[in-house]
């Protein structure tokens, strides 16, 4: 069953049935304010930080899930009927109103026909040059459908946070009577005392018929969003108060003529009266459209750098449009700002956003460059990086400002720090990666030699940076010579300690296989002879060590038992070592051919590959978490997403396009778009996991957005199934399809030059590149042009 459809031409999702089991989720803003939205128009705004600079207020795991929003009411004044623009909050029986919510990038619609009125409120927040003086536009457009004359009032509403999510959700004694309420220049302020300049508005460009700055007088005694005093009533009371919550609440008085349509908008933004100003004569009607157009052409330009058309309407579908927005959105605003993560935490986490930043450097590379930056900073000179730290508080260094025992006190640097027992294995393994896949991207080898500070103490070059994490790995050794788990790998639920991952010492093996690259491109001899006998060391102790016969082991306990023997009767099979194997080159390929089978014979379903199987029932700290979760659910037993392209490189590797393609559809969201009844989360996003076969809910979806999959599924996509893949001197083009396909063709953006694409694949092969055509000569390779348009014809066979 489904609740909606794909518009492809105007990049949206549409759902046209509203009520869906779980809302559906969307970001707006890319730049520093965001806001997390629900296609209820239910969700929050921040500056900067989800935790540290709230601007409005959500409920978190409450009852609806996604209350408060950014909602805009409508009521007839002359029956009294009153409803939202969006289905909820006020929930009009759906036989009494055709509501209809859309998703596009960066902005969200909704559309509600009711008692002849057609109401429409497009939220977005509008792009500006150094993404300062941020707002958020409610751009309002009410019709007159019916034959007479009718009078409406217009209602925008949004209920103000403290800016520190801690002091939003607790000590209340102190924190209701911090917050006060003040009406300026026709807008709502919410002020908060407690801080200096702390100043939030909402505001309209009219001056408003009614105005209501406290929460409690708007929505009235034993009452919610579903059913406001102000808005049943036709009249808000005035109110403004030093202290309670702050709100803002304004109305607009309109007559339509039949056939007519009024357009009002309201804004929301950081500051006070004078801030208000500027946006409403900054967004005026025209302003506005100059606004939306600027945000529509800004992700035109940014999707045109990688378009694919190929046989697959799904696949074209995520890959020129959904995939690589959640990346981007993963990237912006990484990570910790949705309707699950409430924003409690802030700051990056170190593996994730690695991740994210080495999967999209065509995308944002500026944005990408700012996050290793930041993550180069949060790495300690003993190597590790510090698992999850706020970059703020880092290039602040030491705060002695103002301290208060009855505010929530500041992070500092200090606490931030963390010893290798807190550290985990994998997170500066990732940034190595990461920044060479955004050198291949730049081209600007000078990167290399940039001087980053490290969080704890000293300084060194990006290099010798990568080769500290590098160092670090390879020191950290368990008794069987493989590294150590750690606090955890990427596992957050396989706690190891001092035993031993196979998933680490495979990434570590990856990592230095693009170092080897990158010290390849710069001549540095000396470090491709000690890294490559390291890497050689470490893949033959693998290759001894951790085979079973049939697949890899997980790792083994610091009690030196082996997790994922071949008689296991739980946690047998893995997905972190066996594709890792594979895609680390430390597998033979016989090795790989047998494990990446026993893959697809235990881990396979038609909504994914599971984590492990079976899961694990025993209790066993010495495993870890992971023993500790429920079976089918997150690390124990799910369909984990993150994992699943790491299946997919594999297979590419081992050449089996057929198989690489079978596992990307089960994971594909687009694919699941009539199963929503049982998937119940958002068809153009991946999610964090899907509960997996030992599970009652087998296949219920849940966590979408902000989840290293995406990133990872857009780079296991193009540079391996389809095979586009930047390297220092040259684009590489070696895809790896189903033997069915009869080519594809991609346009690739790159240095400053635009590469044609053309694949033929006449005798149907999975992978093989038979000749490469550029600009009409056969060639051996394909050059880094720096400007022009190239054509690219590549013969599979
Ligand atoms: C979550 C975490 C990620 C971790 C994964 C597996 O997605 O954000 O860091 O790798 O779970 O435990």
Redesign the pocket.
């Known amino acids: 069953m489904r609740y909606g459809y794909f518009d492809d031409a105007a990049r949206e999702y549409v759902i046209d049935r509203v009520d869906v089991p779980q809302s559906m989720t969307n970001y707006l803003g890319t730049q520093r304010m965001g806001t997390v939205i629900s296609h209820n128009a239910g969700g929050y705004s921040w500056l900067d930080s989800p935790q540290h600079h709230r601007i409005t207020r959500f409920r978190p795991n409450g009852v609806p899930m996604d209350w408060p929003g950014h909602y805009v009411y409508l009521r007839d004044e002359e029956s009294g009927k009153y409803w939202s623009v969006s289905w909820q909050p006020t929930g009009l029986p759906l036989d009494e109103a055709k509501y209809e919510a859309r998703h596009g990038l960066s902005y969200s619609r909704f559309l509600c026909e009711t008692e002849g009125i057609r109401g429409e409120q497009i939220l977005f927040i509008p792009r500006e040059e150094g993404g300062e003086d941020p707002v958020e536009i409610f751009d309002v457009r009410i019709r007159n459908d019916s034959d007479r004359e009718r009078k409406l009032s217009v209602f925008g509403y949004v209920e103000f946070s403290f800016h520190e999510i801690d002091m939003d959700n607790q000590n209340f004694q102190m924190s209701l009577y911090a917050a006060g309420s003040h009406r300026e220049d026709g807008a709502a302020v919410c002020e908060l005392h407690y801080e200096k300049d702390a100043f939030q508005f909402f505001a309209g460009n009219f001056e408003p018929d009614g105005f209501d700055g406290v929460r409690e007088s708007f929505i009235g005694p034993y009452r919610t969003e579903r059913n406001p005093l102000g808005v049943e009533k036709g009249a808000l009371s005035g109110s403004l108060e030093l202290g309670g919550n702050p709100c803002g609440a304004l109305q607009k008085k309109i007559t339509l003529a039949p056939g007519e349509e009024k357009r009002v908008l309201f804004y929301l933004g950081t500051g006070r009266g004078d801030a208000a100003r500027k946006a409403r004569e900054r967004y005026d009607e025209a302003g506005c459209d100059r606004a939306f157009g600027e945000l529509r052409r800004f992700w035109d330009e940014k999707l045109g750098r990688l378009q694919v058309s190929t046989p697959h309407e799904n696949m074209n579908r995520s890959l020129n449009i959904w995939n690589f927005y959640q990346s981007e959105v993963n990237v912006l605003f990484s990570?910790f700002s949705s309707f699950i993560e409430v924003g409690g935490r802030t700051g990056l986490?170190y593996?994730?956003t690695a991740q994210d930043a080495m999967c999209i450097p065509h995308g944002e590379p500026a944005m990408c460059e700012k996050r290793i930056r930041q993550l180069l900073h949060g790495q300690m000179r003993a190597g590790y990086g510090l698992h999850l730290f706020d970059p703020a508080v880092l290039e602040k260094g030491e705060d002695d400002g103002f301290k208060s025992p009855t505010v929530i006190p500041e992070a500092d640097k200090k606490s931030m720090l963390h010893g290798i027992k807190d550290a985990?294995a994998?997170d500066a393994l990732w940034l190595i990666p990461a920044i060479i896949e955004n050198v291949r991207e730049s081209g600007d080898l000078s990167f290399f030699d940039e001087v980053i500070p490290f969080a704890d103490e000293g300084e060194a070059t990006v290099w010798d940076h990568m080769k500290a994490a590098l160092d670090f790995s390879y020191a950290q050794t368990g008794s069987h010579g493989v590294t150590k788990g750690l606090r955890?790998d990427?596992?957050?639920?396989?706690n190891l300690g001092g035993g031993e991952s196979a998933m680490v010492a495979f990434l570590l093996i990856w990592a230095t296989n693009h170092f080897l690259d990158a010290a390849a491109a710069l001549g540095r001899e000396e470090d491709i002879a000690k890294y490559a006998r390291l890497k050689a060391g470490m893949e033959e102790t693998c290759r001894e060590t951790l085979w079973n016969g049939e697949w890899f082991l997980r790792g083994f306990t610091a009690y030196g038992r082996p997790i994922g023997a071949l008689d296991a009767k739980e946690g047998k099979v893995h997905m972190e070592s066996n594709t890792w194997a594979v895609v680390s080159g430390a597998a033979t390929r016989e090795m790989g051919l047998s494990c990446m089978d026993a893959v697809d014979e235990w881990l396979y379903t038609p909504w994914g590959l599971m984590?492990n199987a079976p899961s694990f029932v025993t209790l066993d700290d010495s495993i870890g978490f992971v023993t500790r979760v429920y079976p089918g659910v997150?690390?124990n037993g799910a369909i984990?997403s993150?994992?699943n392209p790491w299946a997919w490189v594999a297979e590419c590797m081992l050449g089996r396009g057929g198989r690489a393609m079978k596992f990307y559809d089960a994971l594909l969201p687009e694919n699941q778009n009539d199963k929503m009844e049982i998937r119940q989360a958002e068809p153009y996003s991946y999610c964090?996991?899907i509960m997996g076969k030992d599970h009652t809910a087998f296949g219920r979806a849940r966590?979408p957005f902000?989840?290293?999959?995406s990133g990872w599924a857009y780079y296991a996509a193009t540079r391996y199934m389809l095979g586009i893949r930047p390297g220092f001197d040259g684009l590489t083009v070696d895809p790896c399809i189903p033997a069915e396909w009869d080519g594809f063709e991609a346009v690739r953006k790159w240095r400053g030059a635009e590469y044609r694409i053309r694949v033929e694949n006449p005798e149907h092969v999975e992978k093989g590149v038979r000749r490469i055509t550029v600009d009409g000569k056969v060639a051996e390779t394909i050059p880094a042009f720096t400007e022009g348009i190239h054509t690219v014809d590549i013969l599979m066979g």
């Not at 902000?706 to 999959?709: D, L, P, R, V």
């Open positions: 990570r986490g593996r994730d985990c994998d955890a990427w596992n957050d639920c396989l984590l997150k690390e984990f993150h994992p964090q996991f966590h902000m989840t290293g999959s």
